[in-house]
């Protein structure tokens, strides 16, 4: 079939463009965009469009969709259109004016083709994204089944072989217990001994003490929750849900994961993270659980939920004073994870793992997806991309390298938030503007327009200088290149100068309410 294209084909060589994937082909569209001689326009208009599609596939792990072939056909579809729409706006800087002028009625046309075919594929990245997704998940519980003993989904021992029941069941369960000891001895084997730090008997189970973590049975926790119920539930993630519940008088938060395979990694790295680090401002660990194919962690329970519930309601907005004492908190925390002698990189920064409490001091979470940062020298580590669309650093993204910044890009879009109310992608603002820090860009650089960005939810209950301060330190988080945004201490060192009494003041008005 002949190509819609025509001669504007011609522009450039396909054998260049080999190889690139869809976000190095935005690039492109984007800087051949910004050297057009005709259509100028035009070609303004697309590289806003091609940048508002970079923004929703960067969050995607594209190497790993071209892997498999059900997913990497689409995508595979969705960058020819990127390179027919490159060679397109290629061709009105390199052709002549005539040929520009006798063609622009088509090229005109060329345009709206292809906008309309990038739209056909990219209906299509969320459906790949989730394809991608069952696919994990399958590798993960097929490689979970093949180092753990087998259980049913009631927690029931699996009969592989013909033999007795009863020493079948026995055999299992001493085999079970030895993995989870082995599990339990790596976390604390940088600490003090594995007698000295718990007690595996579940039967001895005593209420966790300072430092010392508590090992729960299941049907304590089952017991606490009213069976898991429906009606305790305060919170959910992709693979987790959290309950509230009661423990000897105690309110706790009971993070159960749903499938075993999915969670263990997580549930391991979390506890090893939250073992052996304290400060005020992380997350407190109780204890854990891990048996009858159940993994679950517990916490202290934070009475305010966490920031997204915030965010997302208008019936009790928060406060200037209580939006800086949480900024601070956050701050807080990722700097002290982000010191050298800790040097560990959160990776999932968003509203929903800031934990509130009853006075807003704020309590991190979500350390499960956290990761070591780089060492012997090395400025990245290279690990596979995890995040929430709408956070994740465009560097991480776009080449899987990883270092603190990344956290604080994500620190500066949660401040975005806290500064406007917003919600990170809106598809009701411009098509160019519908991620916040497209849409922040216009207000934050002036002091004069910064108003208007502000959450109407505060009235004038807050000093525009102050605010100002916070949206030029915003702009810095959030920039592209990781190089060009503060360090995480850095940016504590602004905050604490910018409203030292403001977050005085708000444990103080929190506490008479």
């Not at 430092?211 to 693979?239: D, K, M």
């Not at 959160?346 to 070591?372: D, M, Q, T, Y």
């Not at 465009?394 to 910044?405: E, I, R």
């Amino acid at each position: 079939m002949a190509s819609p294209w025509g001669p504007i084909g011609d522009a450039a060589s396909v054998a260049q463009l080999l190889g690139l994937d869809a976000v190095s082909l935005i690039s492109l569209i984007v800087t051949a965009a910004a050297k057009a001689r005709m259509h100028k326009t035009k070609c303004k208009a697309f590289s806003d469009y091609a940048q508002m599609v970079c923004a929703l596939i960067e969050p995607l792990n594209l190497s790993e969709f071209n892997a498999t072939p059900v997913t990497r056909a689409p995508l595979q579809r969705l960058e020819d259109a990127l390179k027919k729409s490159y060679l397109l706006v290629r061709s009105c800087q390199d052709r002549s004016f005539p040929y520009l002028f006798i063609m622009g009625w088509k090229i005109e046309r060329q345009f709206r083709t292809a906008e309309l075919e990038i739209d056909r594929y990219l209906k299509l990245i969320p459906l790949v994204n989730l394809a991608e997704l069952h696919k994990l998940r399958r590798e993960r519980r097929e490689s979970t089944r093949n180092d753990q003993p087998q259980h049913s989904t009631y927690g029931d021992s699996v009969q592989n072989a013909p033999s007795s029941s009863g020493r079948s069941g026995r055999e299992t369960n001493r085999n079970y217990m030895h993995v989870v000891k082995d599990a339990l001895y790596r976390i604390f084997k940088s600490r003090k001994s594995l007698k000295d730090q718990i007690r595996v008997e579940s039967e001895q189970a005593e209420v966790s003490q300072e430092g010392q973590l508590r090992i729960f049975r299941l049907n304590e926790l089952r017991e606490a929750t009213n069976c898991f119920a429906y009606q305790n539930i305060i919170g959910s993630g992709e693979f987790t849900t959290v309950y509230r519940g009661i423990v000897d008088n105690i309110p706790v938060a009971i993070k159960k994961w749903d499938s075993y395979a999915d969670g263990l990694q997580e549930w391991e790295n979390e506890m090893n993270v939250l073992c052996n680090m304290r400060h005020p401002n992380l997350i407190k660990l109780l204890g854990c659980c891990n048996g009858h194919n159940e993994i679950i962690l517990v916490y202290e329970l934070m009475n305010n939920g966490d920031l997204e519930q915030f965010l997302s309601r208008g019936d009790k907005p928060l406060s200037w004073e209580q939006r800086i004492k949480i900024a601070t908190g956050v701050a807080r925390a990722l700097a002290f994870l982000h010191t050298p002698e800790n040097n560990i990189i959160h990776r999932v920064i968003k509203p929903a793992v800031i934990l509130l409490g009853r006075e807003f001091n704020v309590k991190l979470s979500g350390l499960g997806c956290s990761r070591g940062g780089p060492t012997d020298g090395a400025t990245r580590v290279s690990t596979q991309l995890m995040g929430t669309a709408g956070y994740i650093d465009p560097v991480y993204a776009m080449t899987g390298h990883l270092d603190a910044k990344a956290d604080v890009y994500a620190f500066g879009i949660v401040m975005l938030q806290l500064l406007s109310g917003l919600k990170v992608f809106d598809h009701s603002r411009p098509r160019q503007k519908q991620h916040l820090v497209s849409f922040a860009s216009g207000f934050i650089t002036d002091e004069n327009n910064l108003r208007g960005f502000m959450d109407p939810k505060l009235g004038n209950q807050y000093q525009l200088n102050h605010a100002f301060k916070l949206a030029k330190l915003c702009q810095m988080c959030v920039s592209h290149e990781g190089y060009l945004r503060p360090h995480m201490q850095t940016v504590l060192e602004v905050l604490e100068r910018i409203a030292p009494v403001q977050v005085e003041a708000c444990s103080v008005s929190s506490a008479s309410e």
